[in-house]
């Protein structure tokens, strides 16, 4: 049918009497960065949780990797290949950096491991988590505790414990939430690096970043899709400049 | 962030002393060093769960006291057991019971998971008590210790309080080894993840139900091996071993010795029993010793107010002043 590594098939996802995410369909395909839009309240995180597992879809069907997903748990999907960051930063602040990717990669051991052997023992995932650290540029930061970091770097390090677990797919929600200039500049050149080996799709309100990224871009109103398409025809379709985009015309 | 452990020559103090103890002790003290022992392997394992993973349970003493029965029950009326088949039955026994009961608490979190494990160490407590189960509620006496023998060799006789003691304290140092070293694996650093960010070590795809029903089956285990050796020294075992008050004095002890560091549980069930000691004295305290939970709720309720992470995060404070005060002293020298 095509080569989507995840795809969605009239997802839904009702509060009560609020259809948060109404009958929607898209596909995430690899070494394509797909990037979610919407203003507040569109249902764009509420996606996101479907996708990751951590709500439970009230109707539809979520395909990864030619499997049928839409029944398994976080952590099942987890582990066949799926990362994802949170709006919130979410990391483990007591641990250090390195702890922090160094769990995230240990939970891709397939060998039983060694009651006794200590954790830092296994070379593999420390290189693995290293890696990982490298990889978003926060090296030299291993043995700080993530409650030490910048609110830049731990969300830096919250992507390197998603690249810790070898992800194909990545679900990133609001990567450049409350960054700097500066910040944004680092994690955008980051997503763009990544973009190149692996799925993403992003949520995110910088339209600077999602136009600079996305290769395919989706505008979501009210848990529907809008529109769906290239930056280029996003840009110019009349609906998504009345709806969302007001009449500043930013986007030109 | 990694688990905390006392400095090595502190450890190494505290276990030559221990050592040394029986030689200066008269043979009450060494049978009350013997209990405290026990109870500090007992608090050992419930800090796996309440400190190291995050789950309070308030139903521990089932496995403590399923494994004394186990001792009690499968003991021959007139003869010794066999220390080698019994324990690792008796331990078995408490693990199997913590791998049933854990599949369903573990699911469980907050007050409901220490709702449902208090709900079923109440059950057990009602097997033993309302049925001819061991004894009903007059108990079962073990009429003769467990053997140490091997190929009749026999390293220790258990019947003597001072080898009695020996044993115990070789079991407390290897169950601190144990999980000193667990705590250091990968299974310890995934709970300690559990205990710090459930839903992020879901997510990044740790299956968090079986690391904590591990934990549970474990903490059982070890809960077992000290109930075992709690029947051994006490030769007789009623449904009160299992009952809540058990289990809620094995959580006090985890709470007053600082949850979470290994050295904190030892040092609570040393506190607890010490205080109970002294307070429940009639030639120290006179007609006040009768009264002794009065002062011992109180006395409990100041040392948490004062020390909010028990006398073990007090000790782990201090040494902390103390080598960071000589750092600075030799940074001055240098200078």
Redesign the interface.
């Known amino acids: 049918m095509s080569d989507a590594l995840l795809q969605a098939r009239g997802l839904s996802k009702s509060f009560g009497g609020l259809a948060a995410v109404d009958n929607l369909s898209l596909e995430v395909r690899v070494g394509e960065l797909h990037a979610v839009i919407g203003p507040n309240g569109a249902g764009k995180t509420t996606l996101i949780n479907l996708l990751s597992g951590e709500l439970p879809a009230s109707s539809g069907d979520i395909i990864f990797g030619g499997n049928d997903i839409s029944g398994l748990a976080p952590e099942k999907r987890a582990r066949l290949g799926m990362g994802r960051s949170y709006q919130k930063t979410n990391i483990f602040l007591g641990f250090s950096a390195l702890e922090n990717c160094r769990l995230a990669a240990q939970s891709r051991e397939p060998r039983p491991l060694n009651w006794l052997r200590n954790a830092l023992s296994y070379e593999s995932v420390m290189g693995q988590a290293r890696r990982a650290l490298d990889a978003v540029g926060l090296a030299h930061r291993a043995s700080e505790a993530a409650l030490a970091l910048s609110h830049g770097e731990q969300r830096q390090l919250e992507i390197a414990m998603c690249l810790a677990t070898e992800p194909r797919l990545l679900l990133l929600d609001e990567p450049l939430a409350g960054m700097g200039m500066e910040e944004s500049l680092k994690m955008v050149q980051l997503i763009g690096r990544l973009g190149e080996n692996h799925a993403i799709l992003l949520v995110e309100h910088d339209m600077d970043a999602v136009f600079q990224l996305a290769r395919v871009l989706t505008v979501m109103v009210d848990g529907k899709i809008l529109a769906s398409g290239t930056p280029e025809e996003i840009r110019a379709n009349r609906n998504v400049q009345a709806a969302y985009l007001g009449s500043d015309n930013e986007l030109r | 962030?990694s688990p905390i452990t006392l400095p090595r020559s502190l450890l190494i103090a505290a276990v030559l002393l221990l050592a040394l103890f029986p030689v200066l002790g008269a043979t009450f003290y060494i049978q009350l060093g013997a209990k405290i022992m026990i109870m500090a392997i007992f608090a050992l394992s419930l800090d796996l769960l309440v400190g190291h993973t995050g789950l309070v349970s308030l139903g521990h003493a089932a496995y403590f006291g399923l494994a004394a029965y186990a001792l009690a029950m499968i003991s021959p009326r007139y003869e010794a057991a066999n220390l080698w088949l019994t324990l690792p039955a008796a331990m078995a026994a408490a693990a199997l019971a913590a791998l049933v009961i854990g599949f369903l608490v573990v699911r469980t979190a907050g007050i409901y998971f220490i709702m449902v494990t208090l709900a079923f160490a109440q059950m057990l407590y009602s097997l033993f008590h309302d049925t001819k189960l061991g004894g009903g509620s007059d108990g079962i006496y073990i009429q003769v210790r467990p053997e140490l023998t091997l190929w009749g060799f026999k390293p220790l006789d258990l019947e003597n309080p001072t080898q009695f003691y020996y044993f115990v304290l070789i079991m407390l140092i290897a169950v601190y080894i144990?999980l000193n070293?667990?705590l250091?694996?990968?299974?310890?650093?995934?709970l300690?993840?559990i205990r710090?960010?459930e839903?992020?070590?879901?997510?990044?795809?740790?299956?968090?139900f079986a690391y904590k029903l591990g934990a549970f089956v474990l903490a059982g285990a070890l809960a077992g091996l000290a109930g075992y050796l709690a029947a051994c020294q006490f030769g007789f075992v009623n449904p009160d071993i299992l009952a809540w008050h058990q289990s809620g004095i094995v959580l006090m002890m985890v709470i007053l010795g600082g949850m979470g560091r290994l050295h904190g549980p030892v040092l609570g069930a040393f506190a607890y029993v010490l205080i109970q000691e002294f307070l429940s004295a009639p030639a120290l305290l006179g007609p006040y010793a009768k009264h002794w939970q009065l002062a011992m709720g109180g006395l409990i309720v100041m040392i948490v107010l004062v020390l909010p992470h028990g006398i073990g995060g007090f000790i782990d404070i201090a040494l902390r002043r103390y080598s960071y005060r000589r750092i600075q002293a030799n940074g001055a020298a240098e200078s």
Do not use: D, E, K
């Not at chain 2, 250091?184 to 995934?190: E, F, S, T």
């Not at chain 2, 839903?199 to 968090?208: D, E, K, L, T, W």
């Open positions: 962030m144990i070293h667990v250091h694996a990968p299974l310890g650093r995934a300690a993840g710090a960010n839903q992020r070590m879901r997510s990044i795809g740790f299956p968090v």
